[in-house]
């Protein structure tokens, strides 16, 4: 009799557990399920169908005329690689002039819609202008080059060019690599830089990064992935690091002068990161740095930074949820504004 008590006891406990972890598991696909519905978190993935290897030198590019996802947003590229709107046909329209704007993944516009983001806004605002959108997912200073070099001379049409500047485009070479040459000595390493470098770990917060918008919600309520993504790019803009910023900065410097003699009109578009935006005229050493350094080799710039902080609004509503630099529709239309300031 007694052993069929503990028998029943430990069959009780054990269905116990599992209908605890059933519940558990059903409660978190409805978070996930609502998230989905909402829109308003974005998977950090992109098709892997969307790039093709050496399509610029020895720079990767987008396919060509294809329909594939990134972060979430189904976008559309042209006979080039470009991205266009849906649909969006040239035909044989008369155009008095082209523009050309170099980019990584802020100016491809990832989980917004074409026609929302600035290069869309502007696509829309003249009309009568051609729009190559030339920018690629995890392009650096490097390819922009690339781009440059590989195209610019068999499209003689082209007669202005913007480079949407992000903080993160000194990354040349693979993060390791950086890690190894970068003085971080003045950054604090804590448990959760640790954790993530940790292989399996590191696999499957890549893995929930790309599947799960509950795991990106949550981490980005928990952990201020704005803050720390700033902070570690703006070591590449300490003094104890120009060695690197110097050397992984000057193909901004070739392009100008490329564009230069070919009377080609040639701006910089330096963009925030949403950390810089919470306080006026705080941690901005990296746009201070790089105004310098635009003005002493007479290359064109704009920092948008008043623009954003005139608006008087938080700054997470200019970007993705919790996202450290990918604008959100109302992003976009600030840095619209301050492209448009140029045209």
Aim: hydrophobic share 45%; with cysteine; aromatic share 12%.
């Amino acid at each position: 009799m007694y052993n069929a008590v503990v028998m029943n006891r430990r069959y009780l406990n054990v269905l116990l557990v599992i209908c605890s972890v059933v519940v558990v598991f059903g409660v978190l696909c409805v978070f996930e399920y609502a998230l989905r519905l909402s829109g308003s978190v974005k998977p950090l993935s992109n098709s892997r169908e969307l790039f093709v290897v050496n399509a610029f030198g020895v720079s990767r590019g987008n396919a060509k005329n294809i329909g594939a996802f990134s972060f979430g947003e189904k976008v559309y590229t042209d006979k080039y690689g470009f991205r266009i709107p849906k649909d969006y046909k040239e035909a044989d329209k008369h155009f008095s002039g082209t523009i050309l704007v170099l980019g990584d993944s802020i100016a491809f516009g990832v989980g917004v819609k074409e026609e929302d983001t600035f290069v869309g806004l502007m696509r829309s605002a003249l009309p009568d202008m051609r729009v190559y959108n030339s920018a690629v997912v995890g392009y650096n200073s490097y390819d922009y080059e690339n781009v440059i070099v590989h195209f610019l001379p068999s499209h003689p049409e082209i007669n202005r060019v913007y480079l949407i500047y992000c903080l993160n485009d000194l990354n040349s070479q693979s993060a390791e690599l950086i890690d190894s040459e970068l003085n971080t000595g003045t950054r604090d390493v804590t448990l959760l830089d640790k954790a993530r470098h940790l292989g399996v770990l590191a696999e499957l917060n890549e893995f929930l990064r790309a599947k799960s918008l509950l795991y990106l919600y949550l981490k980005g309520l928990l952990t201020d992935p704005q803050m720390r993504f700033y902070m570690a790019e703006s070591l590449y803009y300490n003094v104890d690091n120009d060695v690197i910023f110097n050397k992984n900065i000057q193909p901004i410097v070739n392009i100008a002068r490329t564009l230069k003699a070919r009377n080609i009109p040639f701006t910089v578009i330096i963009s925030p990161y949403e950390a810089q935006l919470r306080k006026k005229d705080t941690l901005l050493g990296p746009q201070k740095k790089l105004s310098a350094f635009f003005s002493a080799n007479g290359i064109d710039f704009i920092d948008p930074v008043p623009d954003f902080l005139a608006k008087g609004m938080a700054s997470k509503e200019f970007y993705l949820f919790c996202d450290p630099m990918h604008f959100s529709e109302k992003g976009h239309r600030v840095m619209f504004g301050a492209l448009m300031r140029r045209l």
